[in-house]
């Protein structure tokens, strides 16, 4: 009867396969062009700590033909294999995570002003029972100068202006 153990040890100690090298190679290029997509203070925070590598990311930045962006690529993965990847890949899911929050943030404080002026006057309160410190006239104030400008044709400054209030009383809140 064949034993099975001697055909695991002997798959652990062999080198990865090519496909799967090639696999490892693909996923650190495609790693390195998402750090293409950040700007210049997101990529300070990123755990990178091989200048050769910053270098090569700033200068694919300002490549635009594809050929050659494609060549500069393949290099930032080749220097990628010097470096542990899983702390950039932490980093980089970590901002992913942050945009995400702050766009449903964002969103659901669009949502509210929406609920707001649809409301009219009486809707105050729903800004008022999420935000303790909302100046209940303030809003009263905005809600109405919204009403006078929808019925002039007016541009909606005054629903700019909640918003711009609304997302203050949030920043006010979330650093409480």
């Not at 080198?15 to 799967?20: E, H, Q």
């Not at 400008?149 to 609304?166: D, I, N, V």
Request: net charge positive; glycine share 4%; with cysteine.
């Amino acid at each position: 009867m064949p034993d099975y153990r001697d055909d695991e040890d002997r798959t652990a100690q062999e080198p990865p396969s090519k496909s799967a090298r090639k696999r490892q190679m693909l996923s650190l290029q495609a790693m390195g062009e998402s750090l293409l997509d950040l700007n210049d203070k997101q990529l300070a925070r990123m755990p990178i700590d091989n200048e050769r590598l910053l270098a090569a990311i700033r200068e694919c930045r300002q490549i635009h033909s594809n050929s050659a962006r494609k060549r500069h690529l393949q290099y930032i993965g080749r220097l990628m294999r010097d470096i542990d990847p899983a702390p950039i890949e932490q980093a980089l899911l970590e901002l992913r995570h942050a945009r995400q929050s702050n766009a449903s943030a964002f969103h659901e404080l669009e949502q509210l002003r929406a609920d707001i002026l649809s409301g009219g006057v009486d809707a105050v309160e729903l800004a008022m029972a999420r935000f303790a410190d909302a100046d209940r006239q303030h809003l009263r104030q905005l809600v109405l100068q919204h009403q006078r400008e929808t019925q002039r044709g007016q541009p909606p400054a005054a629903s700019r202006k909640l918003f711009r209030y609304l997302k203050e009383l949030q920043d006010a809140q979330g650093a409480g």
